[in-house]
């Protein structure tokens, strides 16, 4: 069955901007999370959705925020972008929000703010 | 202190060696971890989860978990030089259950 998919890959933009990606959960699974990959930072949680509600919020500025579909396709939304969130910004999906559920990720997104 | 640690690494073994991967959570109510790699330049790839204390084979690999020490760790026998890649744990943990991984330990497998 098909993965998780992020579009697009790459992404190019200027300071100021704003961004939204997407982010299609494998079929059947109903929670996504995103997460921010940096090389100084590692992987930082962002926020996670299930049937369409924010479930988890991690600690980034209200600039960053997210929405998931009835389909529970997910987006998110940076405003405002700085040089700082150039970033791989990665998707998982999993069938649910419960302890024992296994998480898988997307191929991710490259964004890069100039 | 951080929720998820790992050794930074990089750690290198020779081909047919053991690698052995080690992690430590803080939170005590953590219910699954899970074990991930990553190749240079790509996603995360989920390569093994273990809930119960003890071990779980999968192939090469075997996950260990003791509770009680709040460890977590991974061995990946006759190593390969394709299993060169980052090695993230991670750990569902608090009472929000999100997914909070350590910063990975980088594998060198040398032929």
């Known amino acids: 069955k098909a993965g998780v998919t992020q579009t697009p890959r790459y992404l190019i933009k200027t300071r100021g901007q704003q961004v939204t990606l997407s982010c299609s959960p494998i079929s059947g699974h109903r929670s996504v999370s995103w997460y921010q990959q940096t090389p100084g930072q590692g992987l930082q949680f962002l926020f996670e959705?299930?049937?369409?509600?924010?479930?988890n919020k991690g600690n980034f500025p209200g600039r960053f925020s997210g929405r998931q579909f009835s389909n529970s396709r997910s987006e998110m939304n940076v405003s405002t972008l700085e040089l700082g969130d150039s970033a791989l910004y990665l998707c998982a999906s999993s069938l649910g929000i419960a302890g024992l559920t296994e998480a898988f990720f997307g191929q991710g997104t490259r964004l890069t703010v100039v | 202190q951080k929720e998820v640690e790992q050794n930074s690494g990089p750690l290198s073994v020779p081909e047919g060696a053991i690698a052995s991967l080690n992690c430590t959570y803080s939170d005590r109510v953590s219910q699954s971890f899970f074990w991930y790699r990553q190749y240079s330049g790509k996603s995360p790839e989920l390569i093994m989860s273990i809930y119960s204390n003890g071990d779980k084979e999968d192939g090469r690999f075997t996950a260990q978990l003791n509770k009680a020490s709040q460890y977590v760790s991974l061995l990946i026998r006759d190593s390969q030089p394709s299993d060169s890649a980052t090695y993230l744990c991670a750990a569902r943990s608090g009472s929000a259950r999100q997914l909070t991984f350590g910063s990975g330990t980088q594998l060198t497998v040398l032929p």
């Open positions: 959705y299930f049937s369409e509600t924010q479930r």
